[in-house]
């Protein structure tokens, strides 16, 4: 998936969702590509700009 961000668009996969213990927003928890092994960012959904599938749904071409 990509976001947008203060330091431009990132791309990652997303590992788990969780909610910001301040406000109890939803973020996704993006393990980022193109950065060492275990790197995360929190993004707000808000911010998520394509999500690419992995998948196709079964009987869909892909």
Not at 7 to 13: D, F, I, L, R, V
Not at 26 to 53: N, T
């Amino acid at each position: 998936m990509t976001f947008d961000t203060d330091e431009g668009y990132q791309a990652g996969t997303v590992n788990d969702l969780r909610r910001d213990v301040g406000n109890g927003e939803l973020h996704a928890w993006v393990e980022l590509d193109h950065q060492w092994a275990g790197m995360f960012r929190a993004v707000p959904l808000g911010a998520i700009e394509a999500a690419k599938k992995a998948v196709a749904p079964v009987g869909c071409p892909a």
